[in-house]
Nanobody, 118 residues
Framework: QVQLVESGGGLVQSGGSLRLSCAASGASFSSYAMAWFRQAPGKEREFVAAIKWSITNYANNVKGRFTISSDNTKNTVYLQMNSLKPEDTAVYYC?????????????WGQGTQVTVSS
C-alpha cells in the first residue's frame, strides 16, 4: 500500500555530509511515523532516527550529527548526515509505521548504501 524509495547514498570521506531522501507513495504520508534504520554487514539492523508529527527521536550515536525532517508537499522524508564517520557505513533503510504507531514498522524501502572512507 505504501512504497518507499531511498536515494542519496554514496561514497563520502570522513567528516563529510550526505542527505538521504525517502520518497513515499500510495497512501497519506502525514499520518505515519517515519524512521531511518541502518545495517552494516555482520551487524543487526539498528534504529537511527524517527519523526512523528513534529517530534523527533535519535539514536545516541547519531544525535547532534544527523537530522531527520519531512516535506509533506513532496511526500518525502530526509536524513541529513553531517560529520560522518567510518562507523556510519551501512545500508540505510527508510521505514513507515502506520497508526496506531506501535513501532512495528509496516513498510520498508530497499535501502541505499552509505560508505564513509577513513
Amino acid at each position: 500500500q505504501v512504497q518507499l524509495v531511498e536515494s542519496g547514498g554514496g561514497l563520502v570521506q570522513s567528516g563529510g555530509s550526505l542527505r538521504l531522501s525517502c520518497a513515499a507513495s500510495g497512501a497519506s504520508f502525514s499520518s505515519y511515523a517515519m524512521a531511518w534504520f541502518r545495517q552494516a554487514p555482520g551487524k543487526e539492523r539498528e534504529f537511527v532516527a524517527a519523526i512523528k508529527w513534529s517530534i523527533t527521536n535519535y539514536a545516541n550515536n547519531v544525535k547532534g550529527r544527523f537530522t531527520i525532517s519531512s516535506d509533506n508537499t513532496k511526500n518525502t522524508v530526509y536524513l541529513q548526515m553531517n560529520s560522518l564517520k567510518p562507523e556510519d557505513t551501512a545500508v540505510y533503510y527508510c521505514a513507515a509505521d502506520k497508526p496506531a504507531w506501535d513501532s512495528k514498522y509496516d513498510y520498508w524501502g530497499q535501502g541505499t548504501q552509505v560508505t564513509v572512507s577513513s
